[in-house]
């Protein structure tokens, strides 16, 4: 899957909102071309921002996130917020373990489910160049989004 093919897929679910950062927008210059992926059915996400339930990474964040090397021509990692059960299902442990198996993952293996080399412990998954694998885990994140949603207050 692209990048493109990623928020093609997502957008078409209902209440999603695919956020690209553009250059030169008042966000920090770090997050410009990425894509932020929200559940946001009341059009709030603005006025009482909220997590996003997956993202698109196009580039490391230098002194904080590099692991998966994605300055590579070519390369992304799509961010999935899986869960505890999803995440010790997909990875044989439950995230509250991974700083015992940090060290030994390969966090540029392309196409592969791995946990996220920075928020694995809250339990998110990551894929460098996902390819069709990540169609239904978007759709879990979706749905456990949907169920974990609270309308907005005024």
Not at 37 to 47: A, K, V
Not at 66 to 75: K, Q
């Amino acid at each position: 899957m692209t990048e493109s093919d990623i928020i093609t897929f997502v957008s078409a679910m209902p209440g999603v909102v695919a956020m690209t950062i553009e250059p030169g927008s008042e966000t920090p210059e770090l997050a410009w071309g990425d894509t932020f992926i929200y559940y946001d059915p009341d059009g709030t996400l603005e006025s009482h921002p909220r997590q996003p339930f997956a993202t698109v990474v196009t580039k490391d964040y230098d002194g904080f996130d590099t692991a998966s090397d994605l300055n590579r021509p070519g390369v992304f990692r799509l961010n999935i917020a899986a869960g505890r059960a999803a995440f010790e299902r997909l990875l044989g442990y439950p995230p509250a373990a991974h700083a015992e198996h940090h060290d030994g993952t390969d966090y540029t293996a392309a196409d592969r489910v791995l946990p996220h080399p920075v928020y694995a412990a809250q339990g998110w998954i990551s894929i460098v160049n996902p390819g069709e694998q990540a169609r239904p885990l978007l759709a879990a994140a979706h749905a456990r989004a949907v169920a974990r949603h609270r309308p907005a207050r005024a």
